[in-house]
Nanobody, 125 residues
Framework: QVQLVESGGGLVRAGGSLRLSCAVS????????MGWFRQAPGKEREFVAA????????DFAPSVEGRFTISRDNAKNTVGLQMNSLKVEDTAVYYC??????????????????WGQGTQVTVSS
């Protein structure tokens, strides 16, 4: 019933920008923390960014702090991830996640109850 669909991934040169979007259907995201995670080849899934239920608070992994920004549009039931100054090490499959359990941001994957299928982001040198 609930679906999260990421879009906007692709191939980009290092230093470039990309904007990801997550469209949620089947349940309103209003009031729930949302997050982005990523998984690179051969590595475990890692936290990227999170935004609180009403967009007041934002949290970023140190590796993307200052380069990425997370946003949400509760009216459209979407979450965005603006990625600037991309680095080769940002290459990964990016996943959108909905908490359904809390308002405040969290970095724990276990706090998110729904996940998208992922969208590939490839950064070339």
């Amino acid at each position: 019933q609930v679906q999260l669909v990421e879009s906007g991934g692709g191939l980009v040169r290092a230093g470039g920008s990309l904007r990801l979007s997550c469209a949620v259907s089947g349940r309103s995201i209003t009031g729930y923390a949302m997050g982005w995670f990523r998984q690179a080849p051969g590595k475990e899934r890692e936290f990227v960014a999170a935004i609180s239920g009403h967009g007041v608070r934002r949290d970023f992994a140190p590796s993307v702090e200052g380069r990425f920004t997370i946003s949400r549009d509760n009216a459209k039931n979407t979450v965005g991830l603006q990625m600037n100054s991309l680095k080769v090490e940002d290459t990964a499959v990016y996943y959108c996640a909905a908490s359904w359990t809390r308002i405040g941001t969290t970095r724990s994957a276990g706090d998110f109850g729904a996940w998208g299928q992922g969208t590939q982001v490839t950064v070339s040198s």
